[in-house]
């Protein structure tokens, strides 16, 4: 598997979508390496990736340590509120806020500002963590009191289904939530990004507007 070549088809699929929804800025691509080693990270860093996401601690640890400073890592899973201290002042960006007792820890334990995204669960599985679209504004109103924590957008992750539509309809949900939220100015939670879409929907999250895209199996496969 060539991670370039990988990377080269992803780009231009998300071109033409970002054209079809006529959205002017394209995602950042987000190499999602949780199931591969060091090597196949330093592949996609090769072929001009610099932003990197794990969901496990061991795993975040490991790339970040062995990739080269200039990369930015996102920690995109749930985060256990006693494993915070261990791992939130290597991370850039959070991707899985969704509970006032973690955004105290972080809050806590971090050094600087951390950027965070809120993880909203706009399908309402039961099996997906998030707080549902209705309890967005008053979950952000609350996390103003943390003052090391800044939300940058808001993040989900859409069913496993054929129905392109509505997945679709999911993420403009999401959209027009974190629309909302920017449109408030809010110093602690300008909300500018959205973070959607994934190895098998991220050319309709590119489609309905998303800033970040975690892209794994795609781009640089599964090895382990």
């Known amino acids: 598997m060539n991670v370039k070549q990988n990377l080269e088809q992803i780009n231009q699929q998300i071109t033409e979508h970002c054209k079809k929804g006529e959205v002017s800025t394209l995602p950042n691509v ?14 996609a860093y090769e072929a001009g990736i610099r932003h990197f996401g794990e969901n496990r601690l061991e795993g975040f640890q490991q790339k970040h340590d062995a990739l080269p400073d200039d990369v930015v890592m996102h920690f995109i899973g749930t985060m256990q509120t006693r494993k915070v201290k261990e791992v939130i002042n290597d991370v850039d960006y959070f991707h899985a806020l969704d509970r006032l007792k973690l ?38 109103d609350e996390l103003e009191q943390f003052e090391k924590i800044k939300v940058v957008g808001l993040m989900t992750m859409a069913p496993f289904t054929d129905d392109e539509s509505y997945i679709k309809d999911l993420f403009q949900s999401l959209r027009i939530k974190r629309d909302e939220i920017k449109k408030r100015n809010l110093k602690h939670a300008p909300c500018t990004e959205l973070s959607m879409g994934m190895s ?7 489609e309905a507007g998303a800033t970040f895209v975690r892209i794994g199996t795609k781009l640089v496969g599964k090895e382990e």
Not at 104 to 124: L, T, W
Request: charged share 25%; aromatic share 6%; hydrophobic share 35%.
């Open 30 to 43: 987000i190499a999602v390496t949780k199931y591969v080693t060091i090597d196949r990270a330093n592949d």
């Open 103 to 140: 955004a105290r820890e972080i809050n806590k334990r971090a050094q600087h500002e951390i950027k965070c995204f809120v993880q909203v669960n706009v399908s309402g599985e039961s099996s997906k963590q998030g707080i549902t679209l209705e309890e967005v504004d008053n979950f952000i």
């Open 200 to 206: 098998n929907d991220y050319h309709i999250a590119s």
